[in-house]
């Protein structure tokens, strides 16, 4: 009787060990997926962002062609480079912002800084072309004081070439801590956007 007693409870503690090796197994599958689950979220969240990023500076690089068109092209091309010098689509103009309104964390307005050195326009290469690193932290050394994208901190590029009667622009965006090679767990491939300004016959 005994004996029969003690079998019973061995095959009581062993069905409890599965069990509880069942619900581990469980439990471990379960946080892997919810895993996956965050990391896929926070990935296409970034994708997102990067494109209105993107979409955006293709918007304020026309806005500020309208601007230099309006005061005219000459000696004064302070706002837009001038488009003779659009002749390398690798060539990219660096966008910032200037913040008017402290109490608006925004920037009210852009511009493509000019360097206190050269007075010419700040350009780098395209880092979506070139996989060194040295070109990369080139453009990248330009936002680090500065970026309005706190939650993921991006640099935008206008890269941009004059055709026979347009503009063409590519906006580059890319994660500042990132090299952008590759789309891999939460972080993204530079996303280029693509987008022309038409040239007035009469400019």
Same mark, same amino acid.
């Given at each position: ?19 509880? @090796?069942?619900?581990?197994? %469980? ?8 895993? !996956? ?29 309208? #601007? ?8 004064? !091309?302070? @706002? ?17 912002? !200037? ?31 070139? !996989? ?5 932290? %080139? ?10 994208? #706190? ?18 622009? &590519? ?28 040239? &007035?016959?009469?400019?």
């Amino acid at each position: 009787m005994n004996n029969k007693r003690n079998k019973y409870n061995a095959l009581g503690f062993v069905e409890a060990l599965i069990s509880i @090796i069942i619900v581990g197994v %469980s439990s471990v599958v379960l946080m892997r997926i919810a895993a !996956s689950a965050l990391i896929d979220a926070v990935q296409n969240d970034k994708i997102d962002k990067a494109t209105q990023y993107a979409v955006e500076g293709g918007n304020i690089v026309k806005e500020l062609y309208e #601007k230099q068109d309006a005061v005219g092209w000459g000696d004064a !091309s302070s @706002i837009f480079p001038p488009r003779e010098d659009l002749t390398d689509i690798s060539l990219c103009y660096i966008i910032l912002g !200037s913040h008017i309104n402290p109490n608006n964390p925004k920037p009210q307005t852009f511009s493509f800084p000019i360097s206190g050195l050269t007075f010419r326009f700040v350009t780098c290469k395209d880092p979506s072309l070139f !996989s060194s690193s040295e070109i990369r932290n %080139s453009c990248k050394s330009n936002y680090h004081d500065w970026n309005i994208n #706190k939650q993921y901190p991006f640099f935008r590029l206008a890269c941009m070439k004059k055709e026979e009667d347009y503009i063409r622009v &590519k906006i580059v965006v890319g994660e500042l801590n990132y090299d952008g090679k590759v789309t891999k767990s939460t972080n993204i491939k530079d996303y280029v956007y693509e987008t022309t300004i038409p040239i &007035k016959e009469n400019e």
